[in-house]
């Protein structure tokens, strides 16, 4: 009898030990799984901050350009006002019009003086007021300056090429 009782003792202690052990891996478990999400929730809020930093600096970029590009479209415009296009076309060429060109320039210059630029889209050029441009407009904008880049260089020298072969 006192060996029974000894064994059932040694059997209640075993069993004790292995829910202490068992309790023991549990709260690892738990442990490991709470790092496991604090390690998870640290990441996000790194990635989350990278992203608006990110964001932050992309804006600033933006607002950086957008600043050069008036600037750029300013100095332009007091360009025109001081009669770059008639320097830029320089002397009739055989077959056109003095009269024309001085047309042209002097059109320019009111544009200019007025403070407004070319804008082009869907192939329609149409103007607007320096002061009135976002940043929406700057694609239009520089088609509209590409076109006139593009027509001065022909105007000049057939740089586009219409079918002459200069000797």
Known sequence: M???AWREGARNRQG?????????RARERSRIRFAAAWAAAIRQEELARK???TRNRKLAEEAAAWKRF???EQRQLQLRKNGQLAKLLGEPLPGEFPAMLQR???????QAE???VALMSGGKTFYKDIHDLAPEDMPARIAANRLRTTWLKERR?????????QP
Not at 157 to 165: A, F, K, T
């Open 104 to 110: 042209l320039v002097s059109e320019d210059q009111r």
């Open 16 to 24: 004790d030990r292995a829910r202490r052990r068992e309790r023991e």
């Open 70 to 72: 008036v600037q750029t």
């Open 2 to 4: 006192l060996d029974d």
């Open 157 to 165: 020298d057939g740089w586009l090429g219409r079918g002459e072969i």
């Open 114 to 116: 007025h403070g407004l």
């Open 51 to 53: 992203r608006e930093q």
